[in-house]
């Protein structure tokens, strides 16, 4: 059984290297990392003046620089999933969907295709980190006291209100607001008009991105919330009427608010105060010999 694991972490080691070194050099569009034709594994993979580069020579030099790296990446998440499932320990989902909330809102506007895969990469993160501080602190007790304590204390750091994340075109009759919808409607960037066209001087730099609100914000213009709260995300507004003369918004994500009930957050309290008391969880790997691990590399 062991050798049949070790097989398909082999196999999906190959595909899992080539993905960490596409994020390692995440300051690029990912798109140009994507293969213009199926790989044949027999023809090179690149020629450079006629010195060709084969597919084994790129699976062996990315198994050498990433290969452990990845591998261990792998196998601590399988670690952690299994001895979690030994100890009968999860994470409520509302905890981490409320990281996902805050990390959302932090990390500022996305493509739309990128946002599903991005969120769910989020919370497997989160997951495996929740879990593993669980594992770390399993035997630590931590009173009911203590633990509605800090709830009575820290609540309101559980909530997320409900934010909208805008992006606008001011200018300063309808009629230039007209064109504007119009060029949208034939498929135009909506940050590259306005560049070409906002009179808003803050915005215009950023493709007229603001950011992410929550109603009543002092920093949101008056009257944008309720207005895009009508739109679908990742679209834009007719013309509408503003201080400075005619706008066109643009809705890219809407975040719903999260509000954890006290049995939701207790045992996520027991874990964060259990792990202050004892210190930070050790290494993944520290769990490791808890269950049957055998890989390639040996040290």
Do not use: C
């Amino acid at each position: 059984m062991r050798k049949i694991i070790l097989v398909i972490i082999l196999v999906l080691l190959g595909t899992n290297i080539l993905m960490l070194s596409l994020l390692l050099n995440g300051n690029r569009d990912s798109s140009n990392y994507i293969p213009s034709k199926e790989i044949d594994v027999r023809q090179p993979v690149a020629v450079i003046n006629e010195e060709e580069i084969y597919y084994n020579e790129w699976m062996n030099y990315l198994g050498t620089h990433f290969g452990e790296e990845a591998l261990t990446q792998m196998v601590d998440r399988h670690v952690v999933s299994q001895l979690a499932d030994q100890y009968n320990l999860s994470v409520d989902p509302g905890v981490i969907e409320l990281e996902v909330s805050l990390l959302a809102s932090l990390a500022g506007q996305m493509r739309q295709e990128d946002v599903v895969e991005t969120e769910e990469e989020w919370r497997e993160t989160i997951e495996h980190r929740l879990l593993t501080e669980k594992i770390f602190t399993r035997d630590v007790t931590i009173s009911e006291a203590d633990i509605e304590s800090y709830y009575n204390t820290y609540q309101s750091q559980y909530e997320f209100s409900h934010r909208v994340e805008v992006s606008h075109i001011v200018v300063a009759d309808q009629e230039t607001a007209n064109r504007i919808y119009n060029e949208l409607e034939e498929g135009a960037n909506f940050a590259a008009l306005a560049r070409e066209y906002s009179i808003d001087e803050e915005s215009l730099l950023n493709g007229g991105y603001l950011g992410f609100f929550t109603e009543g914000s002092s920093f949101l213009p008056d009257g944008y919330f309720e207005e895009v709260r009508g739109l679908d995300q990742f679209s834009y507004s007719e013309p509408v009427r503003v201080n400075q003369g005619f706008a066109i918004l643009y809705l890219h994500r809407e975040l719903p608010r999260v509000e954890l009930s006290y049995d939701q957050l207790k045992d996520h309290i027991r874990t964060k105060l259990a792990v202050e008391e004892v210190g930070e969880p050790p290494s993944t790997q520290a769990f490791w010999q808890q269950l049957d691990v055998d890989w390639i590399y040996h040290r």
